[in-house]
């Protein structure tokens, strides 16, 4: 009000209207008073989730800091406890299975990262080269996207297509000309290279699992999807199908399959 009464008092009042200016600040400050009151519960609620959000962030990130500086003594007593409650080898056998587990994920992370860095460098390069924009926006979002299996190769590349569309056709045509020669690289050559002898799992079962994992948990499982994929291959190789194998040479299902003979009279 104050504000309206010097614009009313000042030369400027032949260029500023005064009575407009005082409706519309009525009109905002109401329209703002109503959204608050109105929305005021899922105002609450969204802030009340935010905190207990960061909250439990920050406990877990605290939990797993502790648990990486005691993690030997930890193990051990987890082992212990599983020696002390069931039969003789089954912890051996829990053991090997974690560790290989372990190992299939290490492995894939690991050269996933830099299958990735390799990607968004070469793509950087391949931008700077060319003089095209938005170099570190598009190569990091093709960097990112290369993480999913089977369809994160293909977004990347529409999107930077798409930005890159925005400024310069012809641009935009170089990058996705570029893109689906550095795929097919990268799918072909490079990751083979990179993923050789630590996987062994089929492409079909792959794709299937990304699918499944991706409508269930979203990125995040179609990320994990691959070494999830490899970790099921090995157990249906190296567990199920040898116990099926050894249930069916038995003695007992041999004398089962074993063809009866005639009854004695």
Same mark, same amino acid.
């Given at each position: 009000?104050?504000?309206?009464?010097?614009?009313?008092?000042?030369?400027?009042?032949?260029?500023?209207?005064?009575?407009?200016?005082?409706?519309?600040? &009525?009109?905002?400050?109401?329209?703002?008073?109503?959204?608050?009151? !109105?929305?005021?519960?899922?105002?609450?609620? #969204?802030?009340?989730?935010?905190?207990?959000?960061?909250?439990?962030?920050? =406990?877990?990130?605290?939990?797993?800091?502790?648990?990486?500086? /005691?993690?030997?003594?930890?193990?051990?007593?987890?082992?212990?406890?599983?020696?002390?409650?069931?039969?003789?080898?089954?912890?051996?056998? =829990?053991?090997?299975? #974690?560790?290989?587990?372990?190992?299939?994920?290490?492995?894939?992370?690991? &050269?996933?990262?830099?299958?990735?860095?390799?990607?968004?460098?070469?793509?950087?390069?391949?931008?700077?080269?060319?003089?095209? /924009?938005?170099?570190?926006?598009?190569?990091? $979002?093709?960097?990112?996207?290369?993480?999913?299996?089977?369809?994160?190769?293909?977004?990347?590349? %529409?999107?930077?297509?798409? $930005?890159?569309?925005?400024?310069?056709?012809?641009?935009? $045509?170089?990058?996705?000309?570029?893109?689906?020669?550095? &795929?097919?690289? /990268?799918?072909?050559?490079?990751?083979?290279?990179?993923?050789?002898?630590?996987?062994? %799992?089929?492409?079909?079962?792959?794709?299937?699992?990304?699918?499944?994992?991706?409508?269930?948990?979203?990125?995040?499982?179609?990320?994990? #999807? %691959?070494?999830?994929?490899?970790?099921?291959?090995?157990?249906?190789?190296?567990? %199920?199908?040898?116990?099926? !194998?050894?249930?069916?040479?038995?003695?007992?299902?041999?004398?089962?399959? !074993?063809?009866?003979?005639? !009854?004695?009279?």
């Amino acid at each position: 009000a104050s504000m309206i009464k010097m614009l009313e008092n000042s030369p400027l009042k032949s260029f500023v209207d005064a009575a407009g200016l005082a409706t519309l600040s &009525q009109n905002a400050l109401s329209s703002i008073t109503n959204f608050v009151r !109105e929305n005021s519960g899922r105002i609450l609620s #969204s802030a009340a989730n935010s905190g207990k959000g960061i909250i439990t962030a920050v =406990i877990a990130a605290i939990l797993a800091v502790y648990l990486l500086i /005691d993690k030997k003594r930890v193990m051990s007593g987890f082992w212990r406890f599983l020696r002390s409650i069931l039969p003789p080898g089954k912890t051996e056998e =829990i053991m090997d299975f #974690s560790l290989r587990c372990h190992m299939i994920l290490m492995n894939y992370l690991g &050269q996933t990262l830099l299958d990735t860095l390799i990607v968004g460098l070469v793509n950087a390069l391949f931008m700077i080269i060319c003089r095209m /924009d938005y170099v570190g926006l598009v190569s990091v $979002v093709v960097a990112v996207t290369n993480l999913i299996p089977n369809f994160g190769p293909i977004i990347g590349m %529409v999107i930077g297509g798409f $930005v890159l569309l925005l400024v310069n056709p012809l641009h935009a $045509v170089m990058f996705v000309v570029f893109s689906i020669a550095l &795929q097919f690289v /990268d799918g072909y050559i490079l990751k083979p290279k990179l993923f050789s002898g630590t996987l062994g %799992v089929s492409g079909l079962l792959i794709l299937v699992a990304s699918i499944v994992l991706g409508n269930m948990f979203g990125v995040w499982g179609m990320i994990l #999807s %691959v070494p999830i994929a490899a970790i099921l291959s090995f157990v249906w190789r190296d567990y %199920v199908m040898p116990r099926r !194998e050894k249930k069916r040479r038995s003695p007992l299902s041999k004398k089962e399959n !074993e063809p009866k003979g005639e !009854e004695e009279p």
